[in-house]
């Protein structure tokens, strides 16, 4: 009796289920790896590949070309600043919160505890002001 499944191996595919397959693992590697580089260049590039040549400088003129930005970022408003600063630091600011008053006290008292006090002592003597 013949059995009626004949187990093959991975190499007896049809060269269109090969085919098939590896289009969809080449797809799969554009798509999640080439495609947030490209985003990455075209949102870095967004304002024109001038602002991109004029942001390589040579090393002499470095700090000339940094003066210029910080005189550039100088410029913006500090209630712009601010509020903007605000704006993305508040919900970070807010779960610290949160978490500062479920875990506070036994955060401190870990921290504070004989045996760590010990080992944060022990490891400034070895480490701090050796340079080597």
């Known amino acids: 009796m013949k059995p009626i499944i004949r187990p093959r191996s991975a190499t007896d595919?049809?060269?269109?289920?090969?085919?098939?397959?590896?289009?969809?693992?080449?797809?799969?590697?554009?798509l999640f790896l080439f495609m947030p580089l490209l985003t990455v260049f075209s949102e870095a590039l967004a304002r024109g590949?001038?602002?991109?040549?004029?942001?390589?400088?040579?090393?002499d003129a470095l700090l000339d070309r940094a003066c210029e930005v910080a005189a550039e970022l100088a410029a913006i408003p500090a209630a712009c600043y601010a509020a903007n600063k605000k704006l993305l630091r508040q919900p970070l600011v807010d779960r610290a919160r949160q978490l500062t008053a479920a875990h506070g006290p036994a955060l401190v008292e870990k921290w504070c505890s004989p045996e760590t006090l010990k080992d944060v002592a022990d490891f400034a003597s070895r480490h701090i002001g050796r340079r080597a």
């Not at 049809?14 to 554009?30: C, E, M, N, R, Y």
């Not at 590949?49 to 090393?59: G, K, S």
Request: avoid cysteine; glycine fraction near 4%.
């Open 13 to 30: 595919d049809h060269p269109l289920v090969k085919i098939v397959l590896g289009t969809i693992a080449i797809s799969f590697i554009a």
């Open 49 to 59: 590949w001038q602002m991109a040549r004029d942001a390589l400088v040579e090393p």
